[in-house]
């Protein structure tokens, strides 16, 4: 709803930018209308459409392959022990799922790179995947993750740790990271 709401005040202040350029030659545009019409819109409201595309950015600058076994299964996502780089080509990257039966190994001495597409390397929570096919502990995922913060798992009881979160929706990790901010 965040991401909706910025992207239309943009598209406004885009389309007002536009008008006041192309009318009659003088600074305001020629009339009345451009100087109304963007006074109706709320400083705040311009801040939150601005902020949210400095999010979009970032999150297109974060963005990494997650490929890597699903450790666990959790209503929220899937906690991942991403760096199996072999899961970027075929036969295995025809679907997001493969199924944990499949012989792949981790890649030992990888690093990740911090540049769009990038693999990440270790373990990650991914949220907002597909719903189909359905995903079982222990088969192997490959989907682009976009940051989001982080995620709080538990890997046996009474032990906590954290995790890179990413989802695979740019709008929603936009609205995530917004929604932290706000705190």
């Not at 595309?53 to 929220?76: H, K």
Request: include cysteine; charged fraction near 20%; proline fraction near 6%.
């Amino acid at each position: 709803m965040v991401m909706l709401r910025a992207t239309l005040v943009l598209f406004i202040l885009t389309g007002l930018a536009t008008l006041a350029d192309t009318s009659s030659g003088s600074p305001t545009g020629g009339t009345n209308s451009v100087p109304a019409a963007v006074s109706l819109l709320r400083s705040d409201e311009i801040k939150i459409a601005r902020r949210s595309e400095q999010l979009r950015a970032q999150c297109i600058e974060g963005r990494r392959y997650i490929a890597g076994r699903v450790l666990q299964v959790v209503p929220e996502g899937l906690v991942v022990d991403s760096g199996y780089s072999v899961l970027l080509s075929p036969p295995f990257n025809q679907s997001w799922v493969v199924s944990g039966t499949v012989s792949v190994s981790r890649d030992a001495n990888a690093v990740e790179e911090k540049k769009p597409n990038a693999l990440c390397i270790g373990v990650v929570f991914l949220s907002n995947i597909p719903k189909r096919p359905s995903v079982k502990a222990f088969d192997y995922v490959l989907l682009h993750g976009y940051p989001a913060g982080e995620y709080i798992y538990s890997p046996v009881p009474g032990v906590q740790k954290n995790a890179r979160r990413f989802s695979a929706s740019l709008e929603r990790a936009v609205e995530i990271n917004m929604g932290r901010e706000a705190k």
